[in-house]
């Protein structure tokens, strides 16, 4: 099947999106050898900074294959931004469905027709204190199954140094610039669950697999392995719920924007003592 054709709304955001990213961010794209050249496909993107969606979206615009992210349909709904998600080509999810592949048919189509949608596994921004990929939701891993659609994974570190999570007054670091880097894996290899039915049990070692390939490409990005255990932010939430606020040492509390903003500074520094010779040699425009 042909690829989505860039239209007018994404050539617009593109016009108004790419000029700041050049301006205030070198670029590091890797692996866009991987990106499909035709036919439909599922991007499993890692969360770090409120701004790495327009750098993996820039990415995957000069591969020529543009991006659809997922989100919530109220947003489809008011004013230019619901012209806007929906000239793009946006995809919403309806969590009212009942069934649960049903929240995610609009996806599925979408792979069906020959395009790219890109997930956020982890959901939400990352609070692992060290951003490290967090453990992952199942939506992935379900229209995977679904659709037998190449699944690639996507790495990104950069964006946190400029823009950290949940970012106070004095956390924003435009300058020096920063480099923005993506690189994306080969597919990954799911086959073995082809024809399995989606049982909670198999949509976790789906989901796994894919959280997985996504912390190998940041672990090649950031020169160091990750940690053994991948962090559970429900859990704890759970655990500091079942301890009182008195009681809770350091390490109990949920980590905040103070201390997203110290583990930045500290992966920013870590970053610059292990960067590689030549900087953002693989900057693309």
Avoid at 204 to 233: C, F, K, N, W
Wanted: glycine share 8%.
């Amino acid at each position: 099947m042909s690829r989505r054709r860039i239209g007018f709304w994404y050539r617009l955001a593109a016009v108004l999106c790419k000029p700041p990213l050049l301006v205030f961010f070198k670029r590091d794209w890797r692996g866009m050898e991987h990106i499909p050249e035709k036919d439909g496909f599922i991007a499993v993107v890692n969360h770090n900074s409120a701004v790495d969606p327009l750098s993996y979206a820039h990415f995957q615009y000069n591969t020529g294959r543009v991006p659809r992210f997922l989100a919530k349909v109220s947003l489809f709904r008011s004013g230019f931004v619901g012209a806007a998600m929906r000239g793009t080509g946006q995809i919403p999810v309806f969590r009212e469905s009942k069934d649960a592949i049903g929240a995610f048919r609009a996806a599925v189509e979408a792979i069906d027709k020959g395009e790219c949608v890109a997930f956020y596994p982890e959901g939400t921004l990352t609070r692992d204190p060290r951003m490290w990929p967090m453990k992952g939701k199942t939506g992935a891993a379900r229209v995977a199954l679904e659709t037998r659609a190449p699944v690639i994974p996507v790495a990104q570190w950069g964006a946190n140094l400029a823009v950290p999570p949940y970012p106070k007054r004095g956390d924003i670091r435009l300058f020096p610039r920063k480099t923005l880097t993506v690189q994306a894996g080969p597919p990954i290899d799911l086959s073995e669950f082809y024809g399995q039915e989606p049982t909670a049990a198999v949509l976790r070692q789906v989901t796994d697999r894919i959280m997985d390939a996504i912390t190998a490409q940041l672990s090649d990005i950031r020169g160091e392995p990750a940690p053994a255990e991948r962090y559970d932010h429900r859990a704890v939430e759970q655990q500091q719920e079942e301890v009182p606020p008195q009681q809770q040492t350091g390490s109990d509390r949920q980590t905040g924007p103070a201390e997203h903003a110290e583990r930045t500074k500290q992966a920013e520094r870590a970053q610059q003592d292990t960067a590689p010779p030549g900087g953002a040699g693989g900057e693309n425009a």
